[in-house]
């Protein structure tokens, strides 16, 4: 059973940085794509960046380029989101996702095809 376990969220102040984990287990992370999502009180969940399984394809939400950087570490099974120059907008519950990547060079930021999903972790931040 595939399990993802997300980590790293906290309070910042605007302008500030966080970086997010996600660990997953039970299967090779170089089988799946990862994406990150986010949720905020009393708004859609919405698609924020993607990383494909072994060659390096990203898709970044538009509001965040320039600011997240997804990166895998497929040897450790971790999936990394580090977020530069926060807003308050920014704030949510981000959860990280996996879909099978059978081409290596898949991703999407919808999560409906998701087939496995963390619990979320929180990021505030204060303006």
């Known amino acids: 059973q595939l399990q993802l376990v997300e980590s790293g969220g906290g309070l910042v102040q605007s302008g500030g940085s966080l970086r997010l984990s996600c660990v997953v287990s039970g299967f090779p992370l170089d089988y799946y794509a990862i994406g990150w999502f986010r949720q905020a009180p009393g708004k859609e969940r919405e698609g924020v960046s993607c990383?494909?399984?072994?060659?390096?394809?990203?898709y970044y939400k538009d509001s965040v380029k320039g600011r997240f950087t997804i990166s895998r570490d497929n040897a450790k099974n971790t999936v990394f989101l580090q977020m530069n120059s926060l807003k308050p907008e920014d704030t949510a519950d981000y959860y990280c996702?996996?879909?099978?990547?059978?081409?290596?060079?898949?991703?999407?930021?919808?999560?409906?095809?998701?087939?496995?999903w963390g619990k979320g972790t929180p990021v505030t931040v204060s303006s």
């Open positions: 996702a996996a879909e099978r990547d059978y081409s290596g060079n898949y991703c999407t930021l919808r999560g409906a095809g998701m087939e496995n």
């Open positions: 990383i494909s399984a072994r060659l390096g394809r990203t």
